[in-house]
């Protein structure tokens, strides 16, 4: 079973800044955030992952509150390109253990 | 340093054939994972396997779906005596063998489609 919560769909106007909510609120305190996207019927993308603190790398940042019960990822200048569904996962580091993928978030750019 | 290439990137079938997905992780990854996506629907985990070594398979339908990872060359995913619902895109990931919250690589999938 998906341990996060997440809107089902989002619109963003393209330039301004895209922020996905998500809830994991029985979060474990070894399991970081991880979050995808999955743009058409592509495979997924990689985006971004933390344990507690905030996080930024060249595509999005990730905000994880103190509690860590939930996280918000931040697409600063959404483009047409960015439209996707994104999924926010919960789990251990170790590559043991595999990812559940729930519904994710369909985000829709707007020209 | 190439990423997962899997293929075919179609593969149409009769029913009752059989179908053989492959997989080739990254290089240096030893961790194989396999997921199949429904049309119009999420991500369900299948398999994972090491090389040799089938780790949680709790996501395999019980007949006709089997997986391998050997010592050489890529992961299989063979589906025997296809059915029109199997007809989906099966998409391969992998990872490195450490610890450290890595991400998974994704290969761009193989549609299956069954007729």
């Known amino acids: 079973d998906a341990k996060t919560t997440q809107p089902t769909s989002m619109d963003c106007a393209e330039g301004r800044a895209a922020n996905l909510p998500c809830n994991h609120s029985t979060i474990s305190g070894n399991e970081y955030v991880y979050w995808y996207r999955q743009i058409h019927s592509q495979g997924p993308q990689y ?3 933390g344990l507690k603190n905030n996080e930024t790398n060249e595509m999005a940042s990730l905000i994880i509150t103190e509690d860590r019960k939930s996280s918000t990822l931040i ?3 959404a483009t047409l390109r960015d439209t996707a569904v994104y999924y926010c996962i919960v789990r251990p580091p170790s590559g043991t253990y595999k990812y559940i993928f729930g519904t994710g978030t369909r985000l ?3 020209a | 340093n190439a990423g997962v290439m899997q293929n075919p990137r179609h593969l149409v079938r009769r029913r009752g054939q059989e179908a053989r997905l492959r997989c080739s ?3 240096g990854h030893s961790h194989v994972y396999w997921y199949r996506q429904l049309p119009e629907e999420g991500l369900k985990f299948m398999v994972y396997l090491q090389k040799e070594n089938i780790i949680d398979e709790s996501g395999m339908p019980k007949e006709r779906f089997s997986a391998e990872f050997p010592k050489e060359g890529p992961s299989i995913l063979r589906i025997q005596q296809v059915v029109r619902g199997d007809s989906a895109a099966y ?3 992998s990872s490195p063998r450490s610890r450290g919250g890595y991400g998974y690589t994704f290969g761009s999938g193989t549609r299956l489609t069954v007729v």
């Open chain 1, 47 to 49: 985006i971004i992952h």
């Open chain 1, 75 to 77: 697409l600063p200048h």
């Open chain 1, 108 to 110: 829709k750019v707007l």
């Open chain 2, 25 to 27: 992780p990254m290089k």
């Open chain 2, 91 to 93: 998409f391969c990931a």
